[in-house]
């Protein structure tokens, strides 16, 4: 009698993508293993690319685009430059997921055939190579979003997600997806799939979440330009790790819609997708490409606002977060948050100490939506797959276990988004009242504020302290990263401090300059609801008066 094949362990599953991924990569691009910690450097010195390669990856999209259509590069030779170096990041980092060298650059022969024989740009994005976090549906490949359950179950052309149309229309290369956290609901990067996403300034530290994936592979410049999502700081945590520049913005500017959730249905705090880059120019390009292609006649969701051009005043005013009352920054976050003040100050602009509405209380609120369905979607998926919990989500199992027999109702909800709207008019009169200490009698322009309290955290030591970012996403604000230092022992040693705390007690207990050593410090900057474009410009304002101070 024939036997029935035993179905495969969730570890057996996992080895089978990784090396299923692996084996994408040409021999000739491998590269030997190595123990350095930081490993920034290494794409450009380990001999897989050559020195026009190097001198690609080195570029700014926006130039990339723009030598393209003079015909000084192809879309091909870019692609290629761009495939070596992120296979050289994945092998130093963990970054990647799916590996989509051989359509990538079959797609980029095709675009520089039509471009020689029309003259005709495909898009903004003509050519550019794009890389996409791992909720992204796109064809032929998976969107397993860390869970062993959503392995081996390649989308289909009709399956896309929005997003990736977009960047197809705007003559983007996909090229590849990026690793996240499992259901995209942790600070830091790994599950039970692909395994963990390490920061590539120093390997000893996160990369961030949940677009960890996306920040390690764009800080080892292995993408010109990275999409990710955010939803409680998913984008920001990861940008600030690595030193990229990244928007947030408010729901309804760019397409969300087709994209994979680990929370699916959960639409009191919408996820909203966003550019991650090491170059601002980039971001901007991106955001315009996708406004201009009118995301609204795609998704319902969309708001119809074309891209503006804005003009900011030229004498400008701050508000500046040192301390969220609940976590205080670690000591090179608190030099960086006070070196900004000072080049502002010093390019003639006013920056005033403020603290944000209760924190805790929209920290509080985030938490309460997330595990509103009581931890059920999440432990089911992860049943699905006969996996361990991860470490990250074990708030969402205690809640789960907990309300077994008590089960959240619709009720509950509507108190939640009853205390969530209440907040957000308190929150918004308080920036309001800001008019009186600004002395240009407008509220602030913006606030500058840590992203996290950490440059970059150790392996899983993060404590979920998403409070930084998390009002933020409560508001449904638009805010930027942008990079200001990285950690160096001389200046950033411990001080004495008492915590007020056990998160706190955590985090401070644990920080040593000397552990995150070369750590990108990065803080954030946020606008009102729907000001990508103010955001953008005042980010500008802000990185050339930290240039300038550097001088």
Known sequence: MATTPSKPTWDQVAAAKVAARDALIPQEWKIPPTDAINVIDVPKTCGVLSPAEVEITETEGPVLVEKMLKGELKSYDVTLAFCKRAAVACQLTNCLTEILFDAALANAKE?????????????PLH???????????????????????????PATKERESEMTKIMRQSG??????????????????????????????????????????????????????????????????PASFCGLYALKPSFGRFATYGARSGLPGQEAVRSINGPMSTSLAAIELWSKAVVDKEPWKYDPNMIPIPWRDVTVPEKLCFGLIM????????????????????????????????S?????????LLNRFFTGDGGVKITKFIADGDEPYPEGLK??????????????????????QTDRTSYC?????????????????????AIISPATPHSACPKMAFSNHVAYTSIWNIMDYSATIFPVSKVDPKVDAKTEYSPRNETEKKIWDRYDAEEVVGAPVSLQLICQKLEEEKALKLTAVVAEAIKAAKK
């Open 111 to 123: 675009i520089d055939e039509q471009y020689a024989k029309t003259q005709t740009p495909l898009g």
């Open 395 to 416: 708030a969402y199992k205690e809640r789960h276990d907990s309300l077994k027999s008590n089960p959240p109702l619709v009720g509950a909800l509507w108190d939640m």
């Open 172 to 237: 983007a290369v996909l090229f590849c997806k990026t690793n996240v956290p499992t259901a995209m609901m942790i600070a830091e990067t790994y599950n039970n799939v692909w395994g963990y996403t390490t920061n590539p300034y120093n390997r000893k530290l996160s990369s961030g979440g949940s677009s960890g994936g996306e920040s390690a592979l764009l800080a080892l410049k292995g993408s010109p330009l990275g999409v990710g999502t955010d939803i409680g700081g998913s984008i920001r945590i």
């Open 323 to 354: 301390d969220n009352g609940m976590v205080k920054p670690t000591p090179p976050v608190t030099r960086c948050l006070l070196e900004t003040k000072a080049a502002l100050e010093a390019a003639g602009h006013k920056v005033v100490e403020w």
């Open 127 to 153: 050519g550019l190579p794009v890389s996409l976090k791992d909720n992204f549906y796109i064809e032929g490949v998976d969107t397993t979003v860390g869970f062993v359950a959503w392995a081996n179950d």
């Open 356 to 364: 944000a509405y209760k924190h805790e209380e929209g920290h509080s």
């Open 425 to 445: 008019k308190k929150a918004l009169d308080h920036w309001l009242q800001s008019k009186e200490v600004t002395g240009t009698g407008r509220p602030f322009d």
